[in-house]
């Protein structure tokens, strides 16, 4: 019979398994099933989502009538963040596995994975290392399933990718993602910093003929940016020009494609523009002239 027992379920709680016995008899809340010998079996998906809910509310019958109302359901950005929370690899690797059996990698990758990264962020607070766990882990993630992603080629555009995010950015985590699904609908992609040689930049560009240029993170000036398009330009004069997550600064001048937020309507908005091939002449994007912003 599967379940866990009073004991391991009441640890994973913090409480005492006499305490987790009340509540079962108060509240009817974690109800066990009875195991062959009658033992108390509980189930795992409801421990994990009760002791999430008791971080939220520090409250038991809160807890338990928020756990109740959530209910066990598929995998969530909620339970992956709790697993990574606790330093759990392995049950983050289950969680993600239970998604992928009902969501696809895409759907997986933006509502699961992204999402519970982004719960341990805190901008006005130093990282902590609940989220550098699990930026590491979603790293490591994302390169496994990029190495699986081998499609034949169903697209005959390349996208160059300049990732201007630094190391534990919540924007190097979307580069992945982006570049993961648009390897998986079948565009050959090919990631660069802003740091390459000008000079070496023009060979790449002329190796892999890109038809759009998509510019992320933001730790880069506009002028590095202006010399990185320029130096694209020169050699494919009618790539489509990008900014993914707010790399270029919407001063309302700019005719830089905007792809959004969200990696899988980034991907669905820049098919739309590669597949509507628009003429050469209306395919210039400019800059806006601005002062460079520090790095």
Known sequence: MSGIRTN?????????????????RRYGFPEPRRSPGNHRRFALTQIEMLKQTMGETHN??????????????PSSSARLGSAFAAFDESRADRLLEESLALRSVERTVEEVLLRAVAEHLVDSEPRTPEYEFAWRYATGWLWALKRLAIRPVSHSHSVL????????DLDAIHVHALELV??????????????VNPVRLSRAVRA????????????????????????????AHDVVICDYRGAVPDAGASTV??????????RGRLIERLDAAPAPATRRAQLPHQTARPA
């Open 8 to 24: 391991a379920a009441a640890a994973m709680l913090g409480v005492s398994p006499s305490t987790l016995r009340s509540w079962e």
């Open 60 to 73: 038991v019958s809160s807890a338990i009538s928020l756990a109740r109302a959530r209910g066990e359901g």
């Open 161 to 168: 990718i300049f990732d201007a995010s630094a190391p534990y």
């Open 182 to 195: 648009l390897r998986r609908c079948g565009l050959r992609t090919l990631s660069l910093t802003p740091a």
């Open 208 to 235: 892999t003929a890109p038809a759009a240029v998509v510019l992320t993170g933001r730790h880069v000036s506009l002028d590095v940016i202006g010399r990185i398009v320029h130096t694209v330009r020169t050699v």
């Open 257 to 266: 494609d905007r792809l959004g937020d969200s990696v899988v309507g980034a």
